[in-house]
């Protein structure tokens, strides 16, 4: 990253506390920010922004380029005049985890009046600058959504959309100037507050995204337009039987005849979204896993195709942004997707969670390298302590050996550990900085529901947990901006 040794906590915007049953970019997002910056931390990461499909995973996006309408305060819009306080008099903050059926039917209530009124009022100029902005993009995912998205619009030309939907695709484009300004807004605050923000670039899409519809040239798609293949992993430490995600594969051949424009643009509005940038499944792009579409959601017969390598990051990476890149080397890694991370200078994963096994593993702390983020554990992974809980007692009695500890306070031994790491980046998921247990987990992989929707309540947050994050941040010095 920046040569400095610094830690930040893992926390999805819709995992903050809040009224409208998710996490918005409202106060509480501020609050948020506050609580790093009180504790030292020197980074927020977040997982996608992206608009999500039914499952609601954000590594499903229904966008390459959009972001998630559902994120947008209320509260805010309220401010601006574009929502009545009385529309804002229900509450659902109590909800214990999100609950996206009934997000979505609120909040977008909200956001069409908010709209509504915002077209009647007269375009503002700071909206014509952010159409004008993002005018390659913008009109074509306004169009897809105004049409119903996927499949509603299968066989509809972007032009037939604009005859039938333009007043319609103008709310979404709103919609958009909303998100993005309430975004921009709350990075402002936080890199003011000497917070940078880690995005989330999950290498595929959802075969419902507007990139399909507009971009089919870019996929591998058989005659009727469906995916000749699909994406997924073989068995790993997640899933014996692997993933089988169904999301199309690129043609990078084709991408590559026009320099990966695509991507480049993709990653330019990325990088004026967030600070830096982890790149998912970050092996895909020496090898991916490419399965055929089956009913059965087989990922065990695959093959392993090669990706674009280090000729892709050089051409869509600003030069002065190669710096900011995290790769997600997680999963099966071979010596040539190691090959490739170190190439391009990137700062691998270490996952404390998986180091135990036995072996001389490379997530030991003694194998740790400056080059790397450290990491309880990940969005995947379990809560520390749900980890621990889960634990033959073999493996309990080689942690506490290891790392000479008793084990009754597992999570805060194990965000010690991490912070004690030559790595240069520290990241603890909030789950572990509230010591919270296996019912709060994120996001269980290879499981089709009942993910993404876990958030905390302020009361979690005591000031002893405070005080933990602030010495451990101050006693391993990562607080002190130097160069190591």
């Known amino acids: 990253m920046n040569g400095k040794r610094e830690s930040g906590v893992l926390c999805h915007i819709t995992s903050l506390p809040g009224r409208f049953g998710s996490g918005d970019l409202g106060g509480d997002a501020y609050s948020f920010v506050d609580f790093l910056a009180e504790t030292d931390q020197r980074y927020w990461q977040i997982l996608p922004l992206s608009p999500v499909g039914s499952s609601a995973s954000p590594y499903q996006g229904l966008s390459a380029f959009a972001g998630n309408p559902l994120l947008i305060s209320p509260e805010l819009l309220c401010r601006e005049g574009l929502l009545k306080p009385e529309e804002l008099s229900f509450d659902v903050s109590g909800d214990i985890r999100a609950d996206f059926e009934k997000v979505s039917h609120v909040r977008y209530s909200l956001l069409e009046k908010a709209a509504e009124r915002f077209m009647n009022g007269g375009f503002s100029d700071g909206y014509r600058r952010f159409v004008k902005a ?14 119903g998205g996927y499949p509603a619009c299968t066989g509809m030309t972007p032009a037939l959309a604009e005859k039938k939907y333009s007043r319609e695709a103008q709310k979404h484009m709103a919609l958009q100037y909303f998100f993005f300004s309430q975004w921009a807004a709350l990075k402002k605050y936080a890199n003011g507050k000497g917070i940078g923000i880690i995005g989330d670039l999950p290498i595929f899409l959802d075969y419902g995204s507007e990139s399909l519809w507009l971009r089919k040239d870019l996929f591998l798609l058989d005659d009727a337009g469906r995916p000749s293949v699909v994406s997924g992993v073989p068995p790993d430490y997640f899933c014996e039987n692997g993933q089988y995600w169904g999301n ?37 792009f020496s090898r991916a896993w490419q399965i055929r579409p089956n009913k059965n ?30 790769a997600e080397d997680l999963g099966i890694i071979d010596d040539r997707v190691r090959a490739l991370r170190d190439e391009c200078g990137f700062p691998g994963m270490c996952i404390l969670q998986f180091a135990f096994d036995g072996s001389d593993n490379l ?7 400056k080059n790397s983020v450290v990491y309880t554990g990940t969005h995947d992974n379990n ?18 050996r ?32 509230l010591e919270l247990d296996a019912k709060h987990r994120m996001n269980i992989p290879g499981t089709p529901s009942g993910n993404w929707g876990w958030r905390f309540s302020w009361d979690m947050l005591t000031d002893d947990k405070k005080e933990f994050l602030k010495s451990i941040t101050g006693r391993y010095f990562r607080n002190t901006g130097q160069n190591k």
Request: charged share 25%; glycine share 6%; hydrophobic share 40%.
């Open 134 to 147: 993002n005018k390659g993009w913008l009109k074509g995912y306004a169009l897809f959504m105004a049409a």
């Open 248 to 284: 199309p594969m690129y043609d990078w051949q084709k991408m590559r005849e026009d320099g990966f424009r695509w991507w480049k643009d993709r990653i330019a509005v990325l990088f004026n979204t967030v600070d830096v940038v982890r790149i998912d499944h970050f092996r895909a």
């Open 297 to 326: 959601r087989n990922a065990k017969r695959g093959r392993w195709e090669n990706g674009p390598g280090k000729e892709f990051f050089d051409a869509v990476l600003p030069k002065n942004k190669k710096h900011a890149v995290i």
């Open 363 to 369: 997530y030991l702390p003694h194998n740790h390298r």
């Open 383 to 400: 809560t520390t302590l749900g980890w621990w809980q889960e634990q033959d007692p073999e493996t309990q009695d080689r942690v506490r």
């Open 402 to 433: 290891y790392l000479s500890i008793d084990g009754n306070a597992i999570s805060r031994q194990l965000m010690a550990c991490a912070a004690m790491s030559v790595a240069e980046t520290a990241i603890y998921p909030m789950q572990d900085v």
